[in-house]
């Protein structure tokens, strides 16, 4: 896609990354840069990575969370 396509064909470009396809910047004939579609996301909980139930006392995920993250009114 040329600078102008990106200007006034957008919609098209759009289309382009909803099928996954990568966009090639052009300017002059020359590329200067690739638009790539965003990855999805995966929809994977926090309590299901391995690092859960690595712990010796088999604490609940939110309590490791909430050790993890701190809180701003810990310290007070």
Known sequence: ASI???RYRMS???NALARRER???L???KVKGIIVPAEEETGVKVADHPFFGLDKEHRPV???MD???GG???DL
Do not use: S, T
Request: zero cysteines.
């Open 4 to 6: 102008v396509d990106l």
């Open 23 to 25: 966009v090639q910047i």
């Open 62 to 64: 939110e309590e490791i």
């Open 12 to 14: 098209e470009v759009l």
């Open 72 to 74: 701003r009114h810990r």
């Open 27 to 29: 300017y002059h004939g």
């Open 67 to 69: 050790e993890l993250r």
